[in-house]
């Protein structure tokens, strides 16, 4: 096959930031919004000691209930990843990035280890 293709061109099936500028938040992706999950406020659950003992966690679910603890016991959870990302404060020790630890555990750790306000 001889032919090359040599630009993206419009063809109707989608709109794109890559063949218009101006469609920028508007191809689907939302623009951040203050009201976003960075800015949801959690707090440790009034019985979390209780079920940390009758249900034991990973280290890296505990690290997070430790950072959340560190911050006063309510914070966003743009301040719980800021604070699990600091090497001087974080217990977490990972080779996974900080985002990928709290998807990964953040259903769980939810209603019996801390909750949303």
Same mark, same amino acid.
């Given at each position: ?30 623009? *951040?919004? #203050? ?6 406020? +959690? @707090? %440790? ?7 940390? /003992?009758?249900? *034991?966690? #990973? ?6 209930? +430790? @950072? %959340? ?7 966003? /959870? ?12 974080s217990k %977490? ?25």
């Amino acid at each position: 096959m001889s032919k090359k293709i040599s630009k993206i061109v419009a063809n109707g099936a989608t709109v794109t930031p890559t063949v218009d500028k101006s469609s920028i938040a508007k191809c689907g992706i939302p623009a *951040p919004s #203050p009201k976003g999950s960075n800015n949801v406020v +959690y @707090s %440790l659950a009034d019985n979390v000691l209780e079920n940390l /003992k009758a249900y *034991p966690l #990973p280290a890296q679910a505990q690290a997070i209930l +430790y @950072s %959340l603890d560190n911050l006063g016991g309510t914070a966003t /959870k743009g301040e719980i990843i800021k604070d699990l990302k600091n090497p001087e404060t974080s217990k %977490l020790s990972t080779t996974q990035s900080v985002e990928r630890i709290w998807t990964f555990y953040h259903k769980r750790l939810l209603n019996d280890y801390f909750k949303v306000n």
